[in-house]
């Protein structure tokens, strides 16, 4: 491989790796906003079913995100 395909090519995969960081970051926020939302859904006495319903998720995955699993 010629040295200026290396340096794209590992800078390409340092670009890719810091975009996918970001991005996980993100997600990670945005898991734990949805176990708060949920469980306050819960605790203003929303059922895990009624959960489940307005979210299109199972009631035992709504289980499983608010006990953090």
């Given at each position: 491989?010629?040295?200026?395909a290396?340096?794209?090519a ?8 810091t ?24 605790e203003?006495g ?14 035992t ?9």
């Amino acid at each position: 491989m010629p040295k200026d395909a290396k340096q794209k090519a590992l800078q390409d995969a340092h670009r890719s790796q810091t975009r996918f960081e970001k991005t996980q970051k993100q997600l990670d926020q945005d898991g734990q906003t949805r176990r708060a939302s949920f469980k306050q859904a819960q605790e203003a006495g929303a059922t895990l079913r009624e959960i489940g319903e307005v979210t299109g998720l199972h009631w035992t995955r709504i289980r499983e995100i608010v006990s953090g699993r």
